[in-house]
């Protein structure tokens, strides 16, 4: 079959499967999806002890604090471990595009290393004891860099974690593992503090010779915060930001290997049990929650809106643990690749032989979508392709231009859903709060319109509206005069999906521009901004063990 009669043949199939995809990608659908997304995160608030998990932090940053700590940042991925020096309010410091002025915070001896497959699967102690090594690897980097005479951190360094699991806590510098997910092996009711001081103690034993004079006794560690990723981003960007009078920092965001939300609520809208895991519940009205809202019970809005694909099924069918996480599948970095790979074996498979090594689950990486697919040319793409997945009739090729063009369709269409529903999610979330509201008149759709998004609907992807609108430049000048006297409510953002893949930050953006303004009027005075908690992870384990006292 040659590329043309291809193109010609594959365009009513095609078309379903990206309409399968992006149907719903429209205000009416989306908006519809955000007010179901908030009736549900209400209703596990209060009903649920495995979501909106309480966690220590009753207060926010001052943006005051000061110290030196060390941090370590251990996600789905990577591992991060450096020094952080927080200088507190300094007069004359202003921050440009959120980001904290370099006199206000300071990194020092930060390295980073991949958390290998096989790091994943092993033993609880083999995995800590590496994060011990890697720890000790930057204590001794900094001890070398001092000058001989001097001993910068005396007998006891204060530590901050963030891990980018879920995990219980009643006190900031404690917490039990829970189940991890993401590839991990390791299963839940570990003491975290424990484990990591064990896996660091053996360096406590056997000096370090550092500046080539006697040997050095590695400091110890003490444990002073324990915090996840979203509640790590939420509070660098707090303490980093010297907001606005009509701004502040209203809920984090980690769209990465995994996703996951942080937003403060009033304790009368939890579960009651969820006092329990505070030291003093009676003097705290708000703490900040760990949403978890990729965990099973959060994605009863898709699937009574039919918005789960054969292919989404199916990789939750086949994932490390299917049911658990089913958001995080269809919007996470560790999963899109896998999204692409299923559908587009699906297409190609009916024309013929498909290359062996696409047939092997997670063939396809997330990384490897939005740095090539995405970005490189046709030229570059066919030949990193075919030198990846050879073609497997050596008489012809496989990565025709038809082909190649459909890769890049599946995978825009991936993208372009990631965004669509994480954006529904947070204002559904910034709803179920009371940040914005969503009027119920606005979200009464017909019912019938609503439910038919499948393959065999016969729509094409021409019939959906999948870019947010718009404004053209006179209406977006007529907006930016008004934004100053507007409620900013701000989200913190990290993670390598929504700050890597092409467009995946704007088209969100838009959507959730597009989303607050269609939900009611009373929104007409709020802009919700996402904006970069760079290195929100490791700064922001730094923060929360400057906020000891505050938090205590």
């Not at 006891?156 to 963030?162: A, D, M, Q, R």
């Not at 929650?289 to 990729?294: A, L």
């Not at 899109?336 to 090594?357: C, D, K, M, N, T």
Request: negative net charge; contains cysteine.
């Amino acid at each position: 079959m040659d590329s043309k009669e291809i193109a010609e043949g594959r365009n009513t199939h095609v078309e379903d499967a990206l309409a399968s995809l992006t149907g719903f990608i429209n205000e009416d659908d989306l908006l519809e999806l955000a007010s179901r997304f908030s009736e549900t995160y209400r209703d596990l608030a209060k009903s649920s002890t495995e979501h909106f998990l309480v966690t220590p932090v009753t207060a926010l940053p001052t943006g005051k604090e000061k110290g030196r700590f060390l941090s370590i940042d251990v996600g789905g991925t990577n591992l991060r471990v450096g020094f952080i020096e927080l200088l507190g309010e300094l007069l004359g410091t202003g921050t440009q595009n959120g980001e904290a002025p370099a006199s206000k915070i300071r990194k020092s001896h930060d390295k980073s290393w991949p958390i290998e497959e096989h790091m994943k699967m092993d033993q609880a102690e083999d995995l800590f004891a590496w994060i011990g090594d890697c720890i000790a690897e930057v204590i001794t980097d900094a001890l070398n860099a001092s000058p001989a005479s001097e001993s910068p951190f005396g007998d006891e360094l204060l530590l901050g974690i963030t891990f980018s699991f879920p995990m219980a806590q009643t006190r900031l510098s404690e917490a039990t593992l829970l189940p991890m997910g993401k590839g991990f092996a390791i299963t839940s009711n570990l003491n975290l503090g424990k484990m990591l001081l064990a896996g660091y103690s053996r360096h406590l034993s056997n000096p370090t010779i550092t500046n080539g004079h006697s040997p050095t006794q590695l400091p110890r560690l003490r444990i002073a915060a324990i915090t996840n990723d979203t509640v790590a981003t939420f509070a660098s960007l707090a303490y980093a930001v010297k907001a606005a009078p009509n701004s502040r920092v209203a809920m984090g965001l980690i769209v990465g290997t995994g996703t996951n939300a942080t937003v403060p609520m009033p304790l009368a809208a939890l579960h009651p049990a969820k006092r329990s895991s505070l030291a003093n519940p009676d003097a705290v009205d708000t703490v900040v929650i760990n949403t978890e809202w990729t965990i099973r019970g959060t994605d009863k809005p898709l699937n009574d809106m039919a918005l789960k694909t054969k292919w989404d099924l199916e990789l939750d069918g086949n994932s490390e643990a299917p049911g658990f996480q089913p958001f995080e599948y269809m919007t996470a970095g560790r999963y899109l690749g896998e999204i692409v790979r299923l559908v587009f074996v699906h297409l190609v498979s009916s024309e013929g032989q498909v290359p062996a090594s696409l047939k092997t689950r997670n063939a396809i990486a997330t990384r490897f979508l939005s740095e090539v697919v995405a970005r490189a040319d046709d030229t570059s793409l066919t030949a990193e392709l075919e030198n990846m997945y050879p073609s497997p009739n050596r008489t012809s090729t496989f990565w025709i231009p038809a082909r190649v063009q459909l890769l890049r369709d599946i995978a825009q269409a991936v993208q372009q859903r990631s965004s669509a529903l994480i954006a529904a999610a947070c204002v559904g979330l910034l709803a179920c709060v009371n940040d914005i509201h969503i009027d119920n008149n606005q979200t009464q759709l017909n019912g019938e319109q609503t439910h038919k998004r499948s393959a065999n609907s016969g729509t094409t992807t021409s019939d959906f509206q999948t870019d947010a609108p718009k404004p053209d430049h006179e209406d977006q000048a007529a907006q930016d005069e008004s934004d100053s006297d507007r409620e900013e409510l701000v989200i913190a953002y990290a993670g390598g999906t929504i700050s890597h893949y092409p467009d995946w930050l704007s088209t969100c953006q838009r959507w959730i521009d597009a989303l607050v303004t269609r939900a009611s009027p009373q929104n007409q005075g709020k802009k919700v901004v996402l904006r970069e908690a760079l290195d929100g992870g490791i700064i922001g384990a730094g923060v929360l063990a400057g906020m000891t006292d505050e938090i205590a």
